[in-house]
């Protein structure tokens, strides 16, 4: 089994090494010059048939198929359309500033040992991804390697990895799958945020959760000249809108591949004003916001149809993924502290 084990271990790296070496694609950004997006193997493909194998067989089961299987592509999963995206972007980025390092830069990183990679490796370059990073990091924690890495956003389908990058001040959220997901846009990038434990802090819904809507409302109006804090994911809005300033540039605002999103449960009157003002005082913009005062968020996320949509309430993810929305939990602030009945959060927030 150990010399077998050697020589599939080997044989990954040589095939990483042509991977990484292809003439045919651009050179990838230095990690301290682009905008870094780490997925993990299980939402960039789909390997539920492989993670059921390894949950109720063991790993050895799990290596074994994998190796039989290497040359059998996986099928995308709920990432891969994101992904896509992000490299019609670079394309626009690179046709307009051909030396420029600031890129989107996609790290794929699983928790499998190198010689299980080979068909994930395989499967990159059967979709023709451009995908040079790999931190195969054989179960250990991926953290050191997403710092390492300058790592603007973490996505996975692990909830315990993700809290341990928020809790290292890296941007992360558990991605879902939907059922049937809703076609997105090839040539545009779509991101939708919601507001509070997300792009801001979790003050407000801490007001909201102590003490009732009337009381959040009378808070609001009465700081609506102070801005909010920071949440989990303001860099990664950030760093989209230091891209889209480079379109806006060339004088391509309304032809811009990139597109954000506010997506709130507050209400616009009572409520919106600090969000709005807020933005402002960080220097973003938001292309689009939407105050649906308590509304689902379902039905306009489908209207939308972004690549992802991020919510640090279960109620709001489920609901998205309902309809067709690829939807990712933030873990973040209050909400995740409220008593939760099976996954869903069954508390709706007026603030979100």
Partial sequence: ??????HKHWAAFII??????????PKPPKPQNAITIAVSSRVLFNMEREQQIYEQQGMEEYIKHQVEHETEPFS?????SFVKALEAVNTRLRELYPESEELFDVVLMTNNH??????????????????????????NSPIGYLKAYHTNLYLSADPVKVRE??????????????????EVSETQLRVAFDGDAVLFSDES?????????DKFFEHEKAHENKPLDHGPLKGFLEALGKLQKKFYGK???MDCPIRTYLVTARSAASSGTRALKTL????????????????????MLEKIRPHLFFDDQMFHVEGAAEMGTVACHVPYGIAQKVTKKGLKDTETSASK
């Fill in 114 to 139: 190198a010689y299980v990679g080979l068909r994930l490796i395989n499967t990159i370059n059967h979709y023709q991804l451009f995908i040079e990073r790999f931190c195969m990091t054989g179960g």
């Fill in 1 to 6: 089994m150990s010399s077998n084990v050697d």
């Fill in 16 to 25: 990483l090494y042509k991977h990484l070496h292809s003439t045919k694609k």
């Fill in 280 to 299: 402002r005082s960080w220097g973003l913009e938001i292309d689009e916001a939407l105050f649906l005062a308590g509304a689902p968020k379902g039905p």
């Fill in 76 to 80: 995308p999963g709920p990432a891969f």
């Fill in 251 to 253: 004088g391509q605002r």
């Fill in 165 to 182: 990058a928020l809790e290292e001040g890296i941007a992360a959220a558990t991605m879902f799958t939907p059922e049937t997901i809703k």
């Fill in 205 to 213: 819904e801490r007001i909201y959760k102590a003490h009732g809507l």
